[in-house]
């Protein structure tokens, strides 16, 4: 039988997903390694990274063949895990390495570093997990997107809990219509915890630690000193770095709504947010993203919304201390009275609201199962049972052996992506609506 190079079989994959980019195509992998595995490799070892480790390498047909953090600490953690890796420092450094030689990888960083590698490995015809958000600036999301496509790569953004029962039902419930046509989606958080003035500090310049390669870790991001206020977790809250709340759990609230309604590559027509005032110097204003905000984006219609114009909310941070009793930040207060009717009794700290012409669904960030409220008073649906699913890791090392597309893949959580970071660009301009050309993906 007549060999086919990787090199020819990727230019074939390419062209058939020109014609289907978002169907699920026959892995693209080399399979390197003596036992025929996937031969994966890590950007990022420590956090949420060691959780992805974890969970990939708890397949038993990949091979983690090599690992990269910028930290040596975490790094040496991982090494012990999978003692027959090899090691990096700097990630692109390894892609140029490790591309032949690897089939998948996985980046796992701070937001502000993700594009950056996300691209560079499907440019090489690598299949890839990221971590969400997949980016963080706005326009690399329709370039990852177009990308993706392009290689036919496998793909899935690490909204881990999609393949929770709780978020599976959910969707479930939205695809089966059991709330009727979708009329509006409430999304929220109360942020867990009241953080105090002192985590919104400007941090002092202090010498980076041996362990860390710090310019390795700023990446694209303007050079600023090293300070303790960064790495290893706090990131998060820096508008350089970070993707605010909403860029991290706004994306595992708003998933189920997104897959469950069928949305696809849908685009809002305008969004606009409202901030609370923290108090900050305008220094602060400039280098942290709100603690409180809520924003409404306006989406054209959709089939679950009988192709009706729908708008979806989010609010968050309405339990921090200094905004505590304020209304506009808050859920409305009718959906205290539907939750009073359901099995939760009240609203959960963390969850969703969609309102149906025929009742609402009601369900919580991992946890217990959705419920129905039907307007009619009548008894509501049974909890949809989805069946058994594989972690949303091993979704994606399925995929990438026997084919298929996983299920937060690129081609519609890009989309996705790019809706909360069209919500960070109103969070950056309070009160001004903005409008958004979805079909060309720039703001008109």
């Known amino acids: 039988m007549k060999k086919t190079n990787r090199r020819t079989f990727l230019k074939s994959a390419a062209a058939l997903a020109a014609f289907a980019p978002f169907s699920g195509f026959p892995a693209v992998v080399k399979r390197r390694n003596l036992c025929s595995m996937l031969s994966h490799a890590c950007i990022g070892t420590g956090n949420m990274a060691w959780e992805d480790l974890n969970g990939l390498k708890a397949h038993k047909d990949l091979h983690v063949a090599a690992l990269c953090d910028v930290d040596s600490n975490y790094l040496a953690a991982a090494k012990k895990a999978c003692p027959d890796a090899r090691i990096y420092r700097n990630a692109l450094e390894m892609l140029a390495a490790e591309g032949d030689r690897i089939d998948s990888v996985n980046v796992s960083t701070p937001d502000h570093t993700h594009a950056r590698y996300v691209l560079d490995a499907l440019k090489r015809g690598l299949n890839v997990y990221a971590q969400k958000p997949l980016c963080h600036d706005l326009a690399d999301c329709r370039r990852i997107e177009k990308l993706a496509a392009e290689k036919g790569a496998v793909t899935q953004m690490g909204t881990q809990i999609a393949a929770w029962e709780c978020d599976r039902q959910t969707a479930d419930f939205l695809k089966r219509g059991a709330i009727g046509e979708v009329k509006h989606v409430w999304l929220f958080s109360n942020r867990r915890g009241k953080p105090g003035p002192k985590a919104f500090e400007l941090p002092k310049e202090l010498p980076v630690p041996e362990t860390l390669d710090w310019k390795e870790w700023l990446g694209d991001a303007p050079f600023r000193p090293y300070a303790a206020g960064y790495h290893p977790g706090a990131w998060r809250k820096w508008r350089a770095f970070g993707t605010s709340w909403l860029g991290d759990l706004g994306l595992h609230v708003l998933s189920p709504v997104w897959i469950g309604m069928e949305m696809g590559t ?10 609370a005032d923290d108090g900050w110097t305008p220094a602060q204003k400039e280098q942290f993203w709100p603690t409180v905000s809520h924003i409404t984006w306006k989406f054209p219609g959709v089939k679950a919304s009988g192709g009706k114009p729908f708008e979806v909310e989010w609010c968050d941070g309405f339990e921090s201390a200094a905004h505590e009793m304020e209304p506009r930040f808050m859920p409305p207060a009718f959906l205290q ?66 084919g298929g597309a996983p299920r937060s893949n690129f081609g519609w959580a890009a989309r996705m992506t790019e809706v909360t970071l069209l919500g960070n660009a109103a969070q950056a301009t309070p009160g001004v609506e903005l409008k958004w050309n979805a079909e060309k993906g720039v703001l008109a």
């Not at 027509?269 to 409202?274: I, K, Y």
């Open 337 to 402: 009275d539907v939750a009073a009717k359901s099995p939760y009794g009240k609203l959960p700290p963390q969850g969703r609201v969609v309102e149906g012409t025929e009742g609402w669904l009601l369900s919580t960030h991992f946890g217990p199962a959705p419920t129905v409220v039907l307007k009619s008073g009548k008894a509501a649906p049974g909890v949809p049972m989805s069946g058994p699913a594989p972690s949303h890791w091993a979704d994606y090392v399925d995929c990438c052996l026997q």
């Open 266 to 275: 849908a685009g809002p027509t305008s969004v606009v947010a409202e901030v």
